[in-house]
C-alpha cells in the first residue's frame, strides 16, 4: 500500500523540502490551495485533494477538505479488520502524515485597521479538524504543525520506515495545545466583541518565553510564558541586553518596578525590592531623579532593581554601577552608559519600549483549586473625585507632593503608607498588619525629612492614631481615599494640628 502525506500549511518555511523528502522516500503527497501550487512550482508531484474526494473547493475556499475520503483517511485505525472492509469498500486510502498550520488569525488580529469581516474569514476550520483528527489518531498517524519537527518526523522515517510511537504521541500533544490556543484567541476575540466581561469559561493561552532555573526557592520548578498580543509596554516584550538569565523574582520585581515608573511622564527612577519599591524620584533629566531614589533608601537599593523612564547617559551609568543591583531597566542606553555597565558581569540590562501603548490588561492570580481575575488598577487622581476634608487646603507645592505619594502607594503591599516631597519618597510601611504600623515604619525612614513632608494612605484610617502620629512627626498634608465610619474623628484631629487633608474616594489596596 501506498503511503499518503497531506500537507496544507500558512506557515510555507522548509515545507517544499519538507514534501520532496517525503516523495522520495515514498509518499504521495496530496495538497490544495496555495500549499498545492508552492509545491509544484518547487517540483514536487502533488496530488489536489479535489482529485481525491471529487469534489470542488467551494464556497470561496471555506470548504476543500470536510470531506470522508479525508477524515476516513484519517481516523481510521488501520489493522482493524472492519475498518479496512470500510476503507476498500468506499475506496479510501489511508493517509500516514498530515502535516497542517492554521489560518493566521493571531497575525490577523493584530493589524491596526483590521475588520471583523478579515478576521472572521481567518477562523480556520478544516485545518484544526484534520488536525485533531490526526492526533486522535495518533497510533496511526503522524501529525506535524510545527516546521521545527520536519526534521525529526524525516530522520525516524528515513532511519526505520516509521515515526516511533513516543514522536507521535508527543506530536499529537502538541497538536492539540496548538489548536487549544488558537481557539482560545478566538475565544477571546469574539467575547470581547460581544462585550461580555465574565463569560461563563474563561479561556486564556500563553507562550513559552523561557524556562527558568527555579521559581521563588530553588526547591520549585519554574517557566515563563508571555500573552500572545499582549502588552508591548511590558517585561513580557522587553528585551535583555546583558547579564545573567532572569530569574522568577527577579521577572516579578521588575514587573512591579515597570508599572510604578509607568505612573511619571517626567523623568523618573524606581527602586524596587520584593515587589515594593524602596525609593522614588523625579527630577529634571534621569540622573536628578535616580539620585533622589538613591537618597530615599541607600540601604534597601542594594540589590535592588531600578526602572528608569529615559535613556540611561554615561553619568547616570556611572553612579548605577558604584551599587550593587539586579536589574535596570530603561528605554535605551547610550553607547557609553552601555560600555560602563557591561563591565559588570551579572547585571542584567533590560530594554522596554515605552513608546508604545500601555494595554489595560486582566489581572490573573490563581488560587489553589481556582483563578481570580480582575481589572488593571488604572485609576489615577486625575479620575477621583477629590475634596479637601479640612479647613485648610493644601498648598500649590504639597498638592505636588500629595500627587506623587499616591502615585507611588498604590504600587506599595497593603497597608500601604508613603511619607514623600514633590521630588521623592521619604519613607514607605508595607504589608503591615495595621495602618498606624506601616505609618510609624514610613516615618521612622524618612527620619528628619519628614518635618515638613506629606503622607499618602492606600485606604482610609480607620482610626485617629495615623493623623495623630503624622502630626507629631511634622507632617503637613495627607491624601487617602476616606470613607471610614471615624472619618469626622480623623478629620478633626488633621484640623487640631493644622493639617491640610485630601479625600479621593478611591481606595488602592494592593495584597
Not at 500627587?403 to 507611588?408: P, S, T
Request: charged content about 25%; glycine content about 8%; hydrophobic content about 40%.
Amino acid at each position: 500500500m501506498k503511503k499518503r502525506a497531506l500537507i496544507s500549511v500558512s506557515d510555507k518555511s522548509g515545507v517544499a523540502e519538507f514534501a520532496q523528502k517525503l516523495a522520495e522516500l515514498g509518499f504521495e503527497i496530496l495538497s490544495t490551495g496555495g500549499t498545492k501550487k508552492a509545491l509544484q512550482a518547487a517540483g514536487v508531484p502533488v496530488i489536489g485533494v479535489s482529485d481525491v474526494t471529487g469534489f470542488p473547493e467551494i464556497l470561496e475556499g471555506r470548504v476543500k477538505t470536510l470531506n470522508p475520503m479525508i477524515h476516513g483517511g484519517l481516523l481510521a485505525k488501520f489493522d482493524d479488520p472492519t475498518h479496512k472492509v470500510q476503507l476498500d469498500e468506499h475506496q479510501i486510502q489511508p493517509i500516514q502524515v498530515v502535516c497542517v498550520n492554521l489560518y493566521p488569525f493571531q497575525q490577523t488580529i493584530a493589524k491596526p485597521d483590521v475588520t471583523v469581516e478579515d478576521a472572521i474569514e481567518n477562523i480556520d476550520i478544516g485545518g484544526p479538524a484534520m488536525l485533531r483528527a490526526s492526533a486522535k489518531n495518533h497510533e496511526y498517524v503522524t501529525v506535524v504543525v510545527d516546521p521545527t519537527d520536519y526534521e525529526t518526523v524525516l530522520a525516524q522515517i528515513e532511519e526505520t520506515g516509521a515515526v516511533e510511537n513516543e514522536t507521535k504521541r508527543k506530536l499529537a500533544a502538541k497538536v492539540f495545545r496548538h489548536t487549544a490556543a488558537y481557539d482560545a484567541m478566538i475565544a477571546e476575540y469574539m467575547t470581547q466583541l460581544a462585550g461580555e466581561d465574565t463569560p461563563e469559561k474563561l479561556t486564556v493561552t500563553y507562550e513559552l518565553k523561557q524556562s527558568l532555573r527555579y521559581g521563588e526557592n530553588p526547591h520549585q520548578k519554574a517557566a515563563f510564558y508571555r500573552k500572545p498580543l499582549g502588552s508591548e509596554f511590558s517585561i513580557a516584550n522587553g528585551s535583555q541586553l546583558h547579564g545573567k538569565e532572569l530569574s522568577y523574582n527577579n521577572i516579578n520585581d521588575a514587573d512591579a518596578a515597570l508599572q510604578i515608573v509607568k505612573e511619571f511622564s517626567k523623568p523618573a527612577a524606581v527602586a524596587v525590592k520584593h515587589m515594593n519599591p524602596c525609593g522614588v524620584g523625579t527630577g529634571k533629566n534621569v540622573y536628578d531623579a535616580f539620585s533622589k531614589a538613591f537618597a530615599a533608601d541607600p540601604v534597601s537599593i542594594f540589590g535592588g532593581i531600578i526602572a528608569l523612564n529615559r535613556e540611561v547617559d554615561a553619568d547616570t551609568a556611572k553612579k548605577l554601577y558604584e551599587i550593587f543591583l539586579e536589574i535596570i531597566i530603561a528605554p535605551s542606553f547610550s553607547e557609553e552608559a552601555l560600555t560602563i555597565l557591561t563591565g559588570k558581569k551579572n547585571l542584567r540590562l533590560l530594554t522596554i519600549p515605552f513608546d508604545t501603548e500601555n494595554k489595560a490588561e486582566k489581572r490573573l492570580t490563581s488560587i489553589e483549586g481556582g483563578l481570580l481575575v480582575q481589572d488593571y488598577d488604572g485609576y489615577r487622581l486625575a479620575d477621583a473625585d477629590v475634596k479637601v476634608a479640612t479647613k485648610r487646603e493644601p498648598t500649590e507645592a504639597e498638592w505636588k507632593s500629595l500627587e506623587l505619594g499616591w502615585k507611588v502607594v498604590k504600587h506599595v503591599k497593603s497597608n500601604a503608607i508613603v511619607v514623600n516631597n514633590a521630588d521623592m519618597t521619604l519613607g514607605v510601611g508595607a504589608g503591615q498588619m495595621n495602618r498606624v504600623g506601616s505609618a510609624q515604619l514610613a516615618i521612622d525612614q524618612a527620619g528628619e525629612a519628614v518635618n515638613g513632608a506629606t503622607m499618602a494612605s492606600d485606604a482610609f484610617f480607620p482610626m485617629n492614631d495615623t493623623v495623630e502620629a503624622a502630626a507629631k512627626a511634622g507632617i503637613t498634608a495627607i491624601i487617602q481615599p476616606g470613607g471610614s465610619i471615624k472619618d469626622a474623628d480623623s478629620i478633626k484631629k488633621a484640623d487640631e494640628y493644622g493639617i491640610a487633608m485630601v479625600f479621593t474616594g478611591v481606595r488602592h489596596f494592593k495584597h
